[in-house]
């Protein structure tokens, strides 16, 4: 593809998550299902949910929590077209189909959340090898998608395929004790990532372990992206660690969005930047979040500098977010909320107008 001043032009680029989004590809929540039960989920999952998903593994959603999240999705894909942004949907899987390697079977969850399941870097679209078995197949949905997009022109990586043995699980895993050591639930037996354990700041990458990225996938990831990059591993307050996005946001270069209870100091690379503290949420407790805390309302998506998608009955965000110079632009999503993500979880930014910069000190040394 060219641009009008014959500049060559890639259907996949972004390097940072407030560039101009240009195109964008929003999840699908249909056929959401719980997955087969497995001490994998049992570490991440908010605690009043383990048994919930032991009682209802391998089953449907709630038909009417699926079509209203369906509704909010709707509206959000909407917003996104009226704010100018092309956007893609991956063709929904049926998730009730078994499948299996040697020495395990299982289902799968859903297509809800692209944020987890491919990493964007440059050019470069990465399917990530996930540690959830009911995710193995988890980039099926985006095939459509992933092969159009290398036939522009997009580099087309997958992390090596896990076998996700008994090995690459701790079966004896338990609640770590107040104030105790973080246990993460995988071991090192193979490198395994989600693409959300990732924030991209142009040269630099900050990450996270968790209980689905381990050292080992990290070590691939920064060995596969070479000496352009750097990823810079932090740890945070954070006993059930899952996905950085409602942990560390960086909204804009400078502007960085923390979750004031896990990031009790702000790492030294950030030094220079407007540190805002997120608002405590203000979801109800009766409201079911299947899959996170409340910190979900951090997880929020930049259309460039300065617009901000936010769910909209967080007052408090919205209001946060005007002080520090934004322009948030509201979206019901609550519903959505209850399957795990937010705004940032639910999309992949596939182009954003940009190039390669460094943002963060040791990018600049
Ligand atoms: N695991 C995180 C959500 C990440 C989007 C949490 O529960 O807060």
């Known amino acids: 593809m060219e641009t009008s001043d014959g500049e060559a032009h890639c259907p996949v680029s972004s390097f940072n998550e407030w560039d ?26 908010p605690h009043d949910q383990r048994a919930v998903f032991r009682k209802n593994a ?74 959830w078995r009911s995710r193995y197949y988890a980039t099926t949905s985006f095939k459509p998608l992933l092969k159009e997009y290398f036939k522009k ?9 896990p076998e996700l043995k008994d090995e690459l699980y701790d079966y004896n895993w338990t609640e770590p004790t107040n104030g105790g050591p973080v246990q993460f639930v995988i071991t090192e ?4 990532f989600d693409a ?8 630099d990458i900050i990450a996270q372990k968790s209980n689905v990225t ?38 804009a270069p400078g502007k960085l969005l923390i979750n004031p209870e896990r990031v009790p100091e702000v790492p030294r ?47 408090p965000m919205i209001a946060a977010l005007k002080s520090w110079g934004f322009k948030p632009i509201p979206c019901n999503f ?7 993500g937010s705004f940032h979880c639910a999309t992949l930014d596939v182009r954003r107008r940009g190039k390669l910069e460094s943002y963060l000190l040791d990018g600049m040394e």
């Open 189 to 192: 037996f193979e490198p395994t």
């Open 334 to 340: 609550r519903n959505f909320n209850s399957f795990g």
């Open 58 to 131: 391998g089953r449907p959603f709630p038909p009417e929590q699926i079509a209203a999240a369906q509704k909010e999705l709707d509206e959000f894909v909407h917003i996104l077209e009226g704010e100018g942004v092309t956007v893609r949907r991956p063709v929904p899987s049926d998730q009730l189909q078994p499948y299996g390697a040697p020495g395990w079977s299982s289902t799968g969850l859903y297509d809800a959340m692209p944020r987890d399941v491919l990493l964007v870097v440059g050019n470069d679209i990465i399917e990530c090898p996930m540690a």
């Open 214 to 251: 381990n050292d080992f996938g990290i070590a691939w990831l920064a060995r596969h992206l070479g000496d352009t990059y750097r990823i810079h591993v932090f740890e945070f307050n954070d006993p059930h660690a899952m996905h950085i996005d409602a942990t560390l946001v960086p909204l």
């Open 196 to 203: 959300a354990d990732f924030i991209r700041c142009g040269t």
């Open 20 to 45: 101009l989004l240009e195109e964008v590809i929003v999840g699908v929540v249909d056929g959401a299902c719980f997955p087969p039960s497995h001490v994998s989920l049992e570490a991440p999952l």
């Open 153 to 161: 022109g997009a580099r087309w990586s997958a992390g090596p395929k």
């Open 269 to 315: 690379i950030f030094k220079g930047w407007d540190v805002f503290h997120a608002p405590k949420p203000i979801i109800p407790s009766e409201h079911t979040l299947y899959m996170t805390s409340k910190w979900i309302n951090m997880n929020i998506l930049s259309l460039d500098e300065k617009r901000v998608i936010v769910e909209h009955q967080d007052e």
